[in-house]
């Protein structure tokens, strides 16, 4: 397993980090603590979770995720040390997360507290803002319009800002988390945290985890580029486009038990011709590479330049160990090369 260093932190963080959020709702205890096991013997240090999990999200399911966690550490205290545990405190939205409002410097201790309570842990390695408080550009919102900027009220969002950085830095001063970072958020929204820790002292955003994928790389150039930079660790979420890049979903098909056969918060926004007619294309050039789909579309999002771990998810041990795999792959520059043509043909499927 290589590793790679989590922005301006001084912690190394594998270039796999397992993704949790089908714990609690497809995957049982069991299998989650299953899944741990077999990413650590594999070398895999770096656990992603989030209050809001598991996905699709519910009241009645809010927090499992990070219980069935917390109860792999208590039954392995003697592991804690040697995982990097990433959590989330979740935006605005869902009633029944405070009351749907947005994060705010309380929310943010209640929410540190809540998820140690969970996690049976003393201190999270890494606590992100699961989205910001102002509308971003993602979950399809990234075409031109679909959301406005120039109506912000930028020094609103500022001031709520330096607001949520004070608290961070109460749950850092009193040893609860370690560093803090972004989720599905900007170039903008990166560079302002970054301007008013430095004016005032406060913790620096370390990463940034965002959708990223052979069907979604609106990232690059210029937020990637923002991130190496500025020493930002970026995680791609998502790099098998939702489960769409192994191919399962061509065709119209829904797999018995799969996340599409359960109802999503934001629809099934991925779900377009386009996508279908560049995963057909994605699924030959693995094919003729001896590799499957989904290894293609993780081992080159491994390769973009400035991604630092990508998070994977698996729904059975066979998927995970697939998932894993890929990343000690080498693709050849003809493989390469014809994926670069299918991005040119599809840049924006969905």
């Given at each position: 397993?290589?590793?790679?260093?989590?922005?301006?932190?001084?912690?190394?963080?594998?270039?796999?980090?397992?993704?949790?959020?089908?714990?609690?709702?497809?995957?049982?205890?069991?299998?989650?603590?299953?899944?741990?096991?077999?990413?650590?013997?594999?070398?895999?240090?770096?656990?992603?979770?989030?209050?809001?999990?598991?996905?699709?999200?519910?009241?009645?399911?809010?927090?499992?995720?990070?219980?069935?966690?917390?109860?792999?550490?208590?039954?392995?205290?003697?592991?804690?040390?040697?995982?990097?545990?990433?959590?989330?405190?979740?935006?605005?939205?869902?009633?029944?997360?405070?009351?749907?409002?947005?994060?705010?410097?309380?929310?943010?201790?209640?929410?540190?507290?809540?998820s140690l309570k969970r996690l049976q842990t003393?201190?999270?390695?890494?606590?992100?803002?699961?989205?910001?408080?102002?509308?971003?550009?993602?979950?399809?919102?990234?075409?031109?319009?679909?959301?406005?900027?120039?109506?912000?009220?930028?020094?609103?969002?500022?001031?709520?800002?330096?607001?949520?950085?004070?608290?961070?830095?109460?749950?850092?001063?009193a040893g609860k988390i370690r560093h803090c970072?972004?989720?599905?958020?900007?170039?903008?929204?990166?560079?302002?945290?970054?301007?008013?820790?430095?004016?005032?002292?406060?913790?620096?955003?370390?990463?940034?985890?965002?959708?990223?994928?052979?069907?979604?790389?609106?990232?690059?150039?210029?937020?990637?580029?923002?991130?190496?930079?500025?020493?930002?660790?970026?995680?791609?979420?998502?790099?098998?486009?939702?489960?769409?890049?192994?191919?399962?979903?061509?065709?119209?098909?829904?797999?018995?038990?799969?996340?599409?056969?359960?109802?999503?918060?934001?629809?099934?926004?991925?779900?377009?011709?386009?996508?279908?007619?560049?995963?057909?294309?994605?699924?030959?050039?693995?094919?003729?590479?001896?590799?499957?789909?989904?290894?293609?579309?993780?081992?080159?999002?491994?390769?973009?330049?400035?991604?630092?771990?990508?998070?994977?998810?698996?729904?059975?041990?066979?998927?995970?160990?697939?998932?894993?795999?890929?990343?000690?792959?080498?693709?050849?520059?003809?493989?390469?090369?014809?994926?670069?043509?299918?991005?040119?043909?599809?840049?924006?499927?969905?």
């Amino acid at each position: 397993m290589k590793f790679s260093k989590l922005g301006s932190s001084n912690i190394d963080v594998s270039r796999v980090c397992l993704g949790s959020m089908t714990w609690g709702l497809q995957n049982s205890q069991q299998e989650a603590n299953q899944q741990i096991d077999f990413a650590l013997s594999k070398g895999i240090n770096f656990i992603d979770t989030a209050e809001l999990y598991p996905v699709p999200p519910s009241g009645e399911k809010y927090g499992l995720t990070e219980t069935y966690i917390g109860n792999w550490i208590n039954a392995n205290q003697t592991k804690r040390k040697d995982i990097i545990l990433a959590s989330k405190i979740a935006g605005a939205g869902l009633p029944y997360i405070r009351n749907g409002g947005i994060i705010t410097g309380e929310a943010v201790i209640q929410s540190v507290d809540a998820s140690l309570k969970r996690l049976q842990t003393d201190y999270i390695d890494l606590y992100q803002l699961h989205w910001p408080n102002r509308t971003s550009p993602h979950f399809s919102k990234h075409r031109p319009n679909k959301i406005n900027f120039t109506n912000v009220d930028r020094q609103q969002e500022s001031a709520q800002m330096l607001e949520i950085l004070q608290a961070l830095k109460l749950c850092m001063d009193a040893g609860k988390i370690r560093h803090c970072g972004l989720s599905d958020d900007t170039t903008w929204g990166i560079n302002e945290y970054l301007k008013l820790s430095e004016q005032y002292a406060l913790p620096k955003m370390v990463a940034i985890q965002n959708e990223f994928n052979l069907l979604h790389n609106k990232d690059w150039p210029y937020l990637i580029e923002n991130c190496v930079h500025e020493d930002i660790a970026f995680l791609p979420w998502s790099p098998l486009a939702g489960g769409m890049l192994s191919g399962k979903y061509l065709n119209g098909a829904r797999p018995e038990g799969s996340r599409w056969t359960m109802a999503q918060r934001n629809g099934l926004f991925r779900a377009t011709e386009q996508c279908d007619l560049a995963i057909q294309q994605y699924a030959k050039i693995a094919a003729d590479a001896g590799i499957t789909t989904a290894q293609l579309a993780l081992n080159w999002c491994d390769n973009v330049d400035g991604v630092t771990s990508t998070i994977i998810g698996a729904t059975s041990l066979n998927q995970l160990e697939e998932n894993i795999a890929a990343f000690d792959l080498t693709l050849s520059e003809q493989t390469l090369s014809a994926v670069d043509q299918v991005i040119k043909t599809y840049p924006a499927p969905f």
